[in-house]
């Protein structure tokens, strides 16, 4: 039987987009990325000012109001689907400047227009702390649960790895 309620993590922004796209109740982290934050529907109109005709694709990251005035809202995979498949010229990409780099190499003969932005945060992320940490938790770093719903949880991870192999 299909949730009614659901809790959603990391972002804020993403929750409120996935209940508007799902009718879902969605409880939210109140988590966002600064990288999305930053881009305001005012940044949209000024992009489609500076470059008539350019299609803006944003992950669902950037806040509702941002994603009802963007050409195409959706994770990296949809943005790369798009424009591959896409006779338009310019682009601009609301996400990491890493994105941006990768569809410039990959596209040569499209233009990626506007800016990019690093966050600073993931760049704090490194796999061996992430070893460290799964290794040798700290107390801090240690969550505990219940029995129920550990077992709640790994229903619903199993159930997220199954979809991702349709």
């Known amino acids: 039987m299909p ?73 990296t995979q949809d943005m790369i689907n798009y424009i591959q498949n896409s006779n338009d010229e310019q682009f601009m990409l609301v996400t990491e400047c890493g994105m941006v780099d990768r569809m410039k190499a990959e596209h040569q003969e499209k233009k990626m227009v506007g800016t990019c932005a690093l966050c600073p945060f993931m760049k704090k992320i490194m796999l061996k702390d992430i070893l460290a940490c799964l290794k040798n938790p700290t107390d801090e770093q240690r969550v505990e649960l219940p029995k129920e719903v550990l077992a709640g949880a790994k229903k619903s991870l199993e159930k997220m790895i199954e979809l991702t192999e349709l």
């Open 3 to 75: 949730q009614e309620e659901l809790i959603f993590l990391p972002d804020e922004f993403m929750a409120k987009n996935v209940q508007k796209m799902t009718k879902k109740k969605i409880i939210g982290w109140k988590g966002r990325c600064i990288v999305h934050e930053e881009f305001t529907p005012e940044t949209v109109e000024q992009v489609r000012h500076d470059y008539p005709g350019v299609k803006i694709l944003a992950h669902t990251e950037c806040s509702p109001a941002v994603i009802a005035k963007v050409d195409m809202a959706g994770g």
